[in-house]
T-cell receptor, first 112, second 116 residues
Framework: SQQGEEDPQALSIQEGENATMNCSYK?????LQWYRQNSGRGLVHLIL?????REKHSGRLRVTLDTSKKSSSLLITASRAADTASYFC????????????FGTGTQLKVEL | DADVTQTPRNRITKTGKRIMLECSQT?????MYWYRQDPGLGLRLIYY???????NKGEISDGYSVSRQAQAKFSLSLESAIPNQTALYFC???????????????FGPGTRLTVL
């Protein structure tokens, strides 16, 4: 079963707008990661947030983590057409070794 | 990521055939994974290996087998392919002991497998 569920499943915005994607998970985690996948390509790691962190930034990316609600959000600011891709959250459960469990993904389309 | 390569990139086969998908990496990572991706289901873990002598089943290992021939090579086999194994297959690597790498996984470009 999936550990992470992303919301929304699909998102369409205009270039320059901000895009927010949410991830909910079921069990306690060691860390949560976000990955990006361009159509038909391999996933690329974007950012990792540990369970004792609440917010993290990397360039135009901002990730928050609320362990009490078992949820995370990924914000992409000032989106560009090149940000069009699918975005997946992945959780490393506490005591789960180095296995990641991926969510079902959010398809983001940024239109010119 | 060119450091993780998969062959073949595309494969069409028939029901009942034996298929092997290969993964090689030049990253020097000790951990390797095989995932399958289906529309709407995200990625699901098939098998993983933490070193050459360590092989573990993932979430959906039935119908699959793996071989870790060397630290750099991890192969996935479908002994008798069936149509519902049609999917996109990804290999990934990680090296949590490397400073700064944490649990980050590095993915190959994928193999698109179609079973008729």
């Amino acid at each position: 079963s999936q550990q992470g569920e992303e919301d929304p499943q699909a998102l369409s915005i205009q270039e320059g707008e901000n895009a927010t994607m949410n991830c909910s998970y079921k069990t306690s985690i060691n860390n949560l990661q976000w990955y990006r996948q361009n159509s038909g390509r391999g996933l690329v790691h974007l950012i990792l947030i540990r369970s004792n962190e609440r917010e993290k930034h990397s360039g135009r990316l901002r990730v928050t983590l609320d362990t009490s609600k078992k949820s995370s959000s990924l914000l992409i600011t000032a989106s560009r057409a090149a940000d069009t891709a699918s975005y997946f959250c992945a959780t490393r459960p506490t005591g789960g070794g180095n296995k990641l469990t991926f969510g079902t993904g959010t398809q983001l389309k940024v239109e010119l | 990521d060119a450091d993780v390569t998969q062959t073949p990139r595309n494969r069409i086969t028939k029901t009942g055939k034996r298929i092997m998908l290969e993964c090689s990496q030049t990253k020097g990572h000790d951990r390797m994974y095989w995932y399958r991706q289906d529309p709407g289901l995200g990625l699901r873990l098939i098998y993983y290996s933490f070193d050459v002598k360590d092989i573990n089943k993932g979430e959906i290992s039935d119908g699959y087998s793996v071989s870790r021939q060397a630290q750099a090579k991890f192969s996935l086999s479908l002994e008798s392919a069936i149509p519902n194994q049609t999917a996109l297959y990804f290999c990934a690597t990680s090296a949590p002991r490397l400073a700064g790498s944490a649990d980050t996984q590095y993915f190959g470009p994928g193999t698109r497998l179609t079973v008729l």
